[in-house]
Every structure is written in structure tokens, then in C-alpha cells.
Nanobody, 111 residues
Framework: QVKLVESGGGLVQPGGSLTLSCVAS????MGWYRQAPGKQRELVAR???????NYVDSVKGRFTISRDNVKNKVYLQMNSLNPDDTAVYYC?????????WGQGTQVTVSS
């Protein structure tokens, strides 16, 4: 059974930091997407072909994706957060031609 479970979201002030975690079972967790109210879900960061990564331009230099292959966990370190980062963040995996998502964790950046 495929399962992705996120944690670590919350309310943070502009300029603050948060670290999201995702633990996976039945699949390799591969990245993070987010969806803000009224917007489409977008890629934030993901692993591609081994340890290579790619990020959406708006988070480059602020967010860092990492993983623990032994624990099958993926992390998203988010620094210098701003209100535009407010969204539900989803852990993502891909297996046998299908996308899988966690339930999401809310990140709210507000003073």
C-alpha cells in the first residue's frame, strides 16, 4: 500500500523558517508540490535522476530538498518565507505511471 504522510506545517512570520517532513511507505518519496487558494498545484522541489534536484524559480536559494533513503523520508527546509509561500504542501511520489500525494500540510506565512 502506498502512503505518504507529511508533517511540519504551521504558522510562521515573514522571514521565518519551517522544515517539512514526509515519510513514505510502498513508494519512494520524490518531492514537494504546493497549492495556494484559487491556484493550481505547482511543483516546489523534487529529485530527478538520482541526487539531482530541481526547484521552482520562486523558491531557489530559499528552499532545500533533502532525503533520508534509509528511513524513506524527504524533507523541505524553507527559509526566508514570505506570504506568497502560503499554501498546502504535498509530498509526491511516482510509481508505475501514476502520481501519488500525501494529505498535505498547511503552511501559512503571516504577521
Amino acid at each position: 500500500q502506498v502512503k505518504l504522510v507529511e508533517s511540519g506545517g504551521g504558522l510562521v512570520q515573514p522571514g521565518g523558517s519551517l522544515t517539512l517532513s514526509c515519510v513514505a511507505s510502498g513508494i519512494n518519496a520524490m518531492g514537494w508540490y504546493r497549492q495556494a487558494p484559487g491556484k493550481q498545484r505547482e511543483l516546489v522541489a523534487r529529485f530527478i535522476k538520482g541526487s539531482s534536484t530541481n526547484y521552482v524559480d520562486s523558491v531557489k536559494g530559499r528552499f532545500t530538498i533533502s532525503r533520508d533513503n534509509v528511513k524513506n523520508k524527504v524533507y523541505l527546509q524553507m527559509n526566508s518565507l514570505n506570504p506568497d509561500d502560503t499554501a498546502v504542501y504535498y509530498c509526491w511520489g511516482f510509481l508505475l505511471g501514476r502520481d501519488y500525494w500525501g494529505q498535505g500540510t498547511q503552511v501559512t506565512v503571516s504577521s
